[in-house]
Nanobody, 127 residues
Framework: QLQLVESGGGLVQPGGSLRLSCAAS????????IGWFRQAPGKEREGVSC????????EYLDSVKGRFTISRDNAKNTVYLQMNSLKPEDTAVYSC????????????????????WGQGTQVTVSS
């Protein structure tokens, strides 16, 4: 069955870095748009970033621009979210999501667009 598994979360001090991975099993990511989302306690889920199937186009939440970088390695069937200069307000459960889409389809940070979701990985930024 189609499955997405996130990893790489943990506890980090403010200003630190983490790299999250989203690995797919049961299907290949080549034809899928991928989004990263986060949800902090008591807050609504928000779209953090997304990347088109070719990797040529990406989008970011304003508050993470310049700090986070999304990338994909289709050969490894994995999408990454490199997070630098982390802040306490980045603390949340981070999840990846996927949707099959024709080449050229733009990605979106809206959750309703995606069909498959991982379970999430906790990121805690604290001193």
């Amino acid at each position: 069955q189609l499955q997405l598994v996130e990893s790489g979360g943990g506890l980090v001090q403010p200003g630190g870095s983490l790299r999250l991975s989203c690995a797919a099993s049961g299907f290949t990511l080549d034809d899928y748009i991928i989004g990263w989302f986060r949800q902090a306690p008591g807050k609504e889920r928000e779209g953090v970033s997304c990347i088109v199937s070719s990797g040529e186009s990406t989008e970011y939440l304003d508050s993470v621009k310049g700090r986070f970088t999304i990338s994909r390695d289709n050969a490894k069937n994995t999408v990454y979210l490199q997070m630098n200069s982390l802040k306490p307000e980045d603390t949340a459960v981070y999840s990846c999501a996927a949707r099959a889409a024709p080449l050229g389809t733009m990605c979106t940070k809206r959750a309703f667009f995606y069909d498959y979701w991982g379970q999430g990985t906790q990121v805690t930024v604290s001193s």
